[in-house]
């Protein structure tokens, strides 16, 4: 499996978002208005668009995204090495201008690839959805617009394993027990991250956790292609 695909192509991405604001109350009424109608299709009889906000952020029109983490593989010798670094913070447009400056770096060569699980239904058009809010210029890898498919350069873990089920649904978490990938216990998980974001302010622990995901998506790339796996030391963290 993915035997055309060079590991050290791959740019693995995760990203971590939340509600635009703390709390209900202090987002703009056309805004609550807006948010009533979206809600009212998930949401129980007896919760109101409030009770509810705190979902806000899987939604880009209504959440930002506060960290972007990005790895790669390097090989030195017999070894693979993981190489993360992330973009994190309260100035939503800031971070998305650093990592699209990375990313157009990333992928000047036309073989490289964004990687993610479940990233073409969340991740990739989330991210683009914010720059364009933000007024931020879509990176090239990002603006599919006009695109044949296979000009598209995303790889997602997620989709490699419906083979062709659009019904299926599997997370990253399963993926990593079934195929006995090691992971290391969170302290927190992404139902949390809102929380540890407005009450806590602890955005170094958003980074840490998020940075654990695409570990554990890379893994699962290297699972796939039938490769040993990368020993948790040589996980190697590039602070911005």
Known sequence: MLDGVKLEDLLFI????????ANFDKISPKLQDLWEKKSNYFRNEEESASDVYDR???YSEFGKIVCISTGVIVRKGTE??????????????????????????????????????NGKEFDFPYIARRMLINGLKLPK????????????????????????????????????????????K?????SMVGKVYWE?????????YC???????????????????IPQINFERVLI
């Open 80 to 117: 693979k090495f993981f190489k993360v670094k992330s973009y994190y913070g309260h100035d939503e447009k800031e971070l998305l201008a650093e990592f699209g400056q990375m990313l157009d770096r990333f992928c000047t060569k036309p073989s490289r690839n964004l990687c993610a699980h």
């Open 186 to 190: 969170d302290d927190i998980d992404g």
């Open 141 to 184: 890898a990002l603006n599919i617009a006009g695109k044949k498919p296979w000009e598209i350069k995303f790889l997602d873990t997620m989709e490699l394993w419906k083979f062709g089920d659009y019904k299926h649904y599997t997370s990253l978490a399963l993926l990593c027990e079934i195929f006995n990938i090691p992971t290391p």
């Open 200 to 208: 806590e302010n602890d955005l170094e622990r958003i980074a840490i």
């Open 211 to 229: 940075e654990k995901d695409i570990l554990a998506t890379a893994q699962l790339i290297l699972r796939y292609k039938g490769e040993d796996l």
């Open 56 to 58: 806000a952020g899987i």
């Open 14 to 21: 995760d990203i971590e978002t939340v509600s635009g604001e």
